[in-house]
């Protein structure tokens, strides 16, 4: 059953083309900055604040590419329930009992897979690049000596921004995945889909939103959108948050937020699915 939804996938070759394009544009990025990273080789001096101009660039590099990952899962997957849904085969589909449990499951195990993978292979690339040239110099320097995040009052060095981005990527691109599948299940058209996704991850403008809510409460509704909270170089830029006494970076926060939103992500799909699974099985 994998292997036929992973060829039904590929077979409407959207998917081929995304891919092909994301990593045509990370290779550009990379190439483009090559010479920048030589001038920091191992044996050659460089001052705290160019080292702090060596990571500055880096850091925007892999942020921006982990930015094209919300775009990537959309176009990819918003048609992978809702095609066959449109052509009326989903209602056949889930009236047979491999078609409930093993399709469903195959559909979301190669979209699980397939978005981790290109997310994997976009950091190793962008890390390995960078630390194969430099050797990772300045790794240990604090964040401030980055010209970008000098009114950071965030304490950490450049190897912990590093895995912080990385994590809260991770749980932040498998959210989106998740809610892709969900509006993908419940919709008939693929467009649709995409329109609706885009607007939840994209559309949130704090100009509009400050509007009806207030300009306090729409810079929290932003500051938690999936696509701004991936932009960790922003994040560590904001002021801490009094919790109990203790000032909390906001960093954390969203980490656990999210983390929380992700476990719950799975039930809530889980359960949607299920719940639908049994209407047809009945």
């Known amino acids: 059953m994998f292997k036929l939804e992973k060829n039904k996938l590929f077979k409407r070759r959207i998917i081929q083309v995304v891919i092909t394009g994301i990593f045509l544009l990370v290779f550009a990025k990379e190439t483009f900055i090559h010479n920048t990273y030589k001038a ?10 160019n080292t702090g101009m060596l990571w500055q660039n880096f850091l925007m590099v892999l942020n921006g590419n982990l930015l094209m990952l919300p775009a990537f899962i959309v176009v990819s997957f918003s048609g992978i329930f809702s095609y066959e849904n449109r052509c009326g085969m989903q209602d056949i589909i889930l009236s047979t009992k491999n078609g ?8 979301f195990q190669l ?8 997310y994997a292979v ?5 890390v390995a690049h960078m630390f194969i040239v430099t050797k990772g110099a300045g790794c240990h320097m604090e964040i401030q000596t980055a010209g970008i995040l000098n009114d950071s ?6 190897m912990e921004l590093v895995l912080h981005m990385v994590f809260l990527s991770f749980v932040v691109v498998n959210i989106v995945l998740l809610l892709v599948l969900l509006v993908s299940f419940l919709s008939k058209n693929t467009f649709v889909s995409i329109c609706i996704i885009l607007g939840i991850l994209y559309i949130m403008r704090p100009d509009i939103l400050s509007m009806f809510l207030g300009i306090d409460k729409a810079w929290y ?6 696509v701004n909270s991936m932009n960790v170089l922003d994040i560590v830029r904001y002021a801490p948050v ?9 960093v954390y926060i969203i980490e656990l937020v999210y983390s929380i939103t992700l476990a719950a992500g799975i039930i809530f799909f889980n359960t949607a699915i299920t719940k639908r699974q049994k209407y047809y099985a009945t």
């Open 40 to 49: 920091y080789e191992p044996g050659v001096a460089a001052s705290v604040e």
């Open 100 to 107: 409930r449990r093993e399709c469903t499951n195959a559909k």
């Open 111 to 118: 979209a699980f897979i397939i978005t981790n993978l290109v």
């Open 122 to 126: 976009i950091i190793f690339i962008s």
């Open 153 to 158: 009052v965030f304490k950490a060095d450049y």
């Open 221 to 226: 509704i932003i500051l938690f959108s999936p």
């Open 242 to 250: 009094m919790i109990s006494g203790n000032m909390v970076q906001w």
